[in-house]
């Protein structure tokens, strides 16, 4: 996979990420893969998922099957 250059991207917190300082997830929306980020360290690493893998994983949160 090629890289893509994330600077510039808007980032959204998830709907199940809480607002107390605890697994934040963040989004950013338009891109053919997904990109993932931890929002307590933008500087970090970022993820990228398929569009399936990230709809399963959805999902499996959604349905509690993922978490906690």
């Known amino acids: 996979m090629r890289a893509v250059g994330l600077s510039s991207v808007t980032w959204r917190k998830s ?5 107390d300082g605890g697994n934040c997830l963040e989004v950013a929306d338009d891109f053919p893969h997904i990109p993932v980020r931890d929002s307590k360290n933008p500087t970090g690493p970022t993820l990228a998922f398929g569009a399936a893998a990230w709809s399963s ?12």
Request: glycine share 24%; aromatic share 12%; hydrophobic share 35%.
């Open 15 to 19: 709907s199940y990420s809480n607002n």
């Open 57 to 68: 994983f959805v999902a499996g949160v959604k349905g509690g099957r993922i978490g906690a």
